[in-house]
Every structure is written in C-alpha cells, then in structure tokens.
C-alpha cells in the first residue's frame, strides 16, 4: 500500500508540473524564464553549482552557441553566493537566428553537466496580416483619385438638391 502511495505522489506531481528546473543533477542546476523569446528579448538564466562541484569563488559561465553568446559562445561570467547559487538577466542579441539553443553552464574549468533549452522564434514584421487599415497592401494612386472624385460629384449633387428643394417650398 506504501509503494501505491509513493507511485501516486509521484505521478501526481510530475502532472502538477514537476521540477522547475530545465537541467539538473548532483553538481547543479539551470533554468531560462521564459522560455520563448525574440531575438533581442531578455531573458534570465538562473542556477546554482555545488560547491563541492566547484568552489564558490570561481565564476558561473553560461554556454552556448558563438551565435547566441557572441563572439565566442561563453555568456557573463557570475558571482555566485556561499550556496553556490547565480542569476543573470541577458538580452538576446538581435542577430541571433530564430531556433533552439542549449545553455549549459561552466564553472572551474570544465562543464557542469546541466543543460537547459531555449527557444529562439523569428521577430514578426509589420502589423497583423487581417486585411484592414495599415495592414492591407497599398492602394494605387487612380483608385483614390477615382474615389475622391465621386465623392465630391456626390457632395455637389446633395448641395444642388437642397438649393432645389429650398426654392421649390
């Protein structure tokens, strides 16, 4: 009955959302909020490494790809407390091409072992694509022309009709 139970709260809370760490394991962990950004978009990187793993005066070094951390794929190297825990705020640079990129983290030397996963989406242009207002493609100048044109030939006739109307009375 207790192995039911312990399988329960498990499954229960693997649905309630489990871990909220992107990557972890015994020597550290990771996490990227949010997780979907724009190219140009912050975003915050927040972990901690062990400080077993490495000493809590060595730096945490966020990495990745040379187009997501330029020049040389290494992010800003941060402090970390006497838990071994760090927090950055990054912006995106703006060149970075739309896809998914690991993040994993350094400290000491070498690799941690804890990656975390974000997604990169292609900044939209222009205004929502609903075929009104701004967003509708550009009218030619002979329609506008055309249309000005009626509306004043319809303006002259209202004013003739009520002139007319006026000396019929």
């Keep these: ?64 790809t040379a187009a997501f951390f330029p020049p040389d794929g290494f992010g800003t190297a941060t402090d970390r407390d006497s838990q ?11 060149s970075t091409q739309a896809g998914s990129y690991q993040i994993s983290l350094r400290c000491g030397g070498g690799l941690v072992g804890v990656t975390a996963t974000l997604l990169v989406t292609a900044v939209p242009v222009g205004g929502v694509a609903t075929g009104a207002g701004g967003t509708a493609p550009p009218a030619s100048q002979p329609w506008i022309l055309l249309g000005v044109g009626c509306l004043g030939l319809a303006g002259v006739a209202f004013a003739l009709r009520r002139r007319l109307a006026g000396r019929a009375t």
């Design 84 to 94: 071994g825990t760090f927090d950055l705020a990054y912006s995106v640079p703006t």
């Design 1 to 64: 009955m207790r192995k039911l139970l312990g399988v329960a709260a498990v499954v229960g809370l693997v649905l309630a959302g489990g871990s909220a760490y992107a990557g972890q394991n015994a020597n550290g962990s990771i996490s990227v909020s949010p997780s979907i950004v724009h190219a140009g978009s912050s975003v915050h990187i927040a972990g901690s490494i062990s400080p077993e793993a490495c000493p809590t005066s060595d730096s945490a070094i966020p990495v990745s």
